[in-house]
T-cell receptor
């Protein structure tokens, strides 16, 4: 399975943007980049996903490098409710069936 | 719209007891999954069902069995519970294909004593 590398933790101030990096140097051409977050004592929650182009939704933006070997999840204005573990995962295009979770990035938002 | 519903939410078992965790989704998704999450760790895939009528092993299948009862329901069975199976169990569902996101249930917190 393709793997991703994320920092263990990041801190941000409330109402400031948060940029969460993810490296996936072994990504194949049909792999989608997925982001999920897990708030304390809850199940993971889908955030965003993309293939090649940058993507925006109501929760976040996803910026994908031109060579697709890295990506960045952008939370435009962090709130205290955004404090969570954020997982960057490659969903394999060939099988498309499994998400393999890594350790994720724990985001702390300071008031 | 309920999404993915898991029952029970909490369970305490004695070593050697058996139980079945239930999962149902109402999103007409083809694929369903069972994960476990140990304290302070990421999620690990136990079993998955790519479509109705098929099941496959994930990363940590030992000690578990699954049944895809129909398109909506996917159950996980512990035949003889062990303390090492103390964990939080999450069920998820998805459309077929890498371009679909997963929807997760709220989890079952299982303690085996």
């Amino acid at each position: 399975d393709a793997k991703t590398t994320q920092p263990n933790s990041m801190e941000s101030n409330e109402e400031e943007p948060v940029h969460l990096p993810c490296n996936h140097s072994t990504i194949s051409g049909t792999d989608y980049i997925h982001w999920y977050r897990q708030l304390p004592s809850q199940g993971p929650e889908y955030v965003i996903h993309g293939l090649t182009s940058n993507v925006n939704n109501r929760m976040a933006s996803l910026a994908i490098a031109e060579d697709r070997k890295s990506s960045t999840l952008i939370l435009h204005r962090a709130t205290l409710r955004d404090a969570a573990v954020y997982y960057c995962i490659l969903r394999e295009g060939a099988a498309g069936n499994k998400l393999t979770f890594g350790g994720g990035t724990r985001v702390l938002v300071k008031p | 719209n309920a999404g993915v519903t898991q029952t029970p939410k909490f369970q305490v078992l004695k070593t050697g007891q058996s139980m079945t965790l239930q999962c149902a989704q109402d999103m007409n998704h083809n694929s369903m999954y069972w994960y476990r999450q140990d304290p302070g760790m990421g999620l690990r895939l136990i079993y998955y069902s790519a479509s109705e009528g098929t099941t496959d092993k994930g990363e940590v299948p030992n000690g578990y069995n699954v049944s895809r009862l129909n398109k909506r329901e996917f159950s996980l069975r512990l035949e003889s519970a062990a303390p090492s199976q103390t964990s939080v169990y999450f069920c998820a569902s998805s459309g077929i294909g890498a371009g679909y996101g997963y929807t997760f249930g709220s989890g079952t917190r299982l303690t085996v004593v």
